[in-house]
């Protein structure tokens, strides 16, 4: 009997797709091998990266099978292989040029696909309650962690914003897949509360990764303080000008009869977003950048969507999707392995980090009530809303350790200690909200939310209405981290 469910075609399939993956990546560290000699070999940059790579791809895996998001266990793999003994030479063996590029290119597919996650048409129906739950728990976050952290840990009044739209951003990666798995059972639908959370996510991302943009550019800014100050709105209106140019460019490129029009198109969104990325870091105008890489991917799939039919659309999305699926655990990996213990020049900076974290949930958590009062919402479903609020990761793994990355390559030590600082307290809160978050929503959905019954969304029109909600807001392998057990063993990250 055991040997027979030893043998189960489920046991067998995921025996299959880890030695599958196994093996792809020994072949790609043995080609590495053949082309860069001892870069490949055990304590060179290369080979480190590689198996950063494998064990967050397994650690996202073997999280996401207890019910806890992947990321959680990518930037666990990524900070035990940089702080445990032994193993932690493979950590240290990492390039900080390599790591700091990786993530900013990272950070440029997730603006991407938030950028294409954005549709106008839904934006311009906008509900005030959906502008409410965007706007105000975002920017009275940041200002209480700006506030907190200024007169807890000393930091600048610069640096303390900068800190607090890093906390500020949900996570799309934890509340999408959460919200899905919910919409999907029925709960939530009758009052569309699925539909209301993901399009503020969206928006909330966008007003803290702006804000962020242009705190950064402040934070390196040096000479005149009339031009620092005129800096960081200088540096929105030229990342709103790239996106809208180059976007209305690629109206008109590929062409529509191209026998490759996804691939080209997803190549020129990548790399437009990554000529915003490191081209606005040259011209010392890197606030810009982020901000071009959401206008970029929202200005151009305006006419995308109207010249293209739903296959197309799907499979641009997919494309992209695919592009993260390799940079996620990378992101994470090297998130998780940017944080050394024997870096942190104040023990208590990690007491001090949960305490901002704390403060800034509970004015957060607070807003988000606040922000759907009177909108047709009983008392329960207002706190799910304000619960759905709390995760954090996926956007501070992108941005928290850019102002570290920009005082490195500044040989800046002053700023280095305030950038890891960032860093560090950006990855705390990933540790504490994101388990905390999506089992918020788990466990809160089905006690608080009012189901409409699997059969309301059993036929085929009412699960293309479901999907067609959710569908600007939800990119394709996202779906996927809520498949069951038996799939593809990289889809879970």
């Known amino acids: 009997m055991a040997f027979q469910k030893l043998c189960s075609p489920k046991i067998q399939r995921l025996v299959a797709m880890v030695t599958q993956f196994l093996v792809l990546m020994l072949m790609i560290w043995a080609t590495a091998l053949s082309i860069t000699d001892k870069a490949a070999l055990p304590g060179g940059h290369i080979f480190s990266l590689l198996i950063l790579f494998t064990g967050a791809v397994i650690g996202g895996d073997v999280f996401s099978r207890i019910h806890l998001p992947p990321l959680l266990g990518m930037v666990t793999v990524g900070f035990a292989l940089s702080n445990l003994p032994v193993i932690r030479v493979i950590g240290h063996a990492i390039s900080p040029e390599w790591s700091g590029t990786l993530r900013r290119m990272a950070l440029t597919v997730i603006l991407i696909r938030a950028g294409l996650g954005l549709d106008p048409v839904a934006l311009r129906k906008l509900s005030a309650t959906v502008s409410r739950l965007a706007f105000l728990p975002c920017m009275l976050e940041t200002l209480t962690c700006a506030v907190v952290s200024h007169f807890l840990i000393d930091l600048p009044w610069v640096w303390s914003f900068l800190l607090g739209f890093v906390l500020s951003a949900i996570s799309p990666a934890v509340v999408v897949p959460s919200l899905l798995n919910l919409a999907e059972r029925g709960y939530g639908l009758d009052k569309g509360i699925p539909t209301l959370v993901i399009a503020a996510a969206s928006i909330d991302d966008v007003v803290a990764i702006s804000g962020f943009g242009i705190a950064l550019g402040i934070a390196f800014s040096s000479g005149d303080l009339v031009w620092t100050i005129a800096k960081g709105p200088l540096e929105a209106l030229v990342g709103i000008a790239y996106g809208c140019i180059l976007g209305i460019f690629l109206w008109f490129i590929p062409a529509k009869d191209s026998s490759n029009l996804i691939f080209f198109r997803a190549m020129l969104l990548f790399t437009g977003g990554l000529l915003a990325t490191f081209g606005s870091a040259y011209i010392d105008l890197a606030g810009a950048g982020p901000l071009g890489c959401l206008v970029l991917p929202f200005v151009s799939g305006i006419r995308f969507r109207k010249k293209n039919n739903p296959e197309q659309t799907a499979l641009m999305t997919e494309a992209?999707?695919?592009?993260?699926?390799?940079?996620?655990?990378?992101?994470?990996?090297?998130?998780?392995?940017?944080?050394?213990?024997?870096?942190?020049?104040?023990?208590?900076?990690?007491?001090?980090?949960?305490?901002?974290?704390?403060?800034?949930?509970?004015?957060?958590?607070?807003?988000?009530?606040?922000?759907?009062?009177?909108?047709?919402?009983?008392?329960?479903?207002?706190?799910?809303?304000?619960?759905?609020?709390?995760?954090?990761?996926?956007?501070?793994?992108?941005?928290?350790?850019?102002?570290?990355?920009?005082?490195?390559?500044?040989?800046?030590?002053?700023?280095?200690?305030?950038?890891?600082?960032?860093?560090?307290?950006?990855?705390l809160s990933i540790i504490v909200t994101a388990p905390i978050g999506a089992l918020a929503i788990a466990i809160s959905g089905p006690r608080f939310l009012k189901s409409t019954g699997t059969e309301s969304i059993s036929s085929t029109k009412d699960r293309d209405t479901v999907q067609e909600n959710l569908s600007d807001a939800v990119e394709g392998e996202e779906e996927k981290s809520a498949l069951p057990e038996n799939s593809d063993f990289v889809t879970h990250i």
């Open 320 to 427: 992209v999707g695919l592009m993260w699926m390799i940079f996620q655990p990378i992101l994470f990996g090297l998130i998780g392995a940017a944080v050394r213990i024997e870096q942190v020049q104040d023990p208590q900076i990690v007491g001090f980090g949960v305490a901002i974290i704390a403060a800034g949930l509970v004015v957060r958590c607070s807003m988000a009530f606040i922000a759907v009062c009177r909108s047709g919402l009983n008392l329960k479903e207002q706190i799910f809303v304000s619960l759905a609020w709390i995760p954090k990761a996926t956007v501070q793994a992108a941005i928290g350790g850019l102002a570290l990355d920009q005082a490195i390559k500044d040989e800046n030590e002053e700023l280095k200690s305030l950038g890891l600082i960032v860093l560090t307290i950006a990855v």
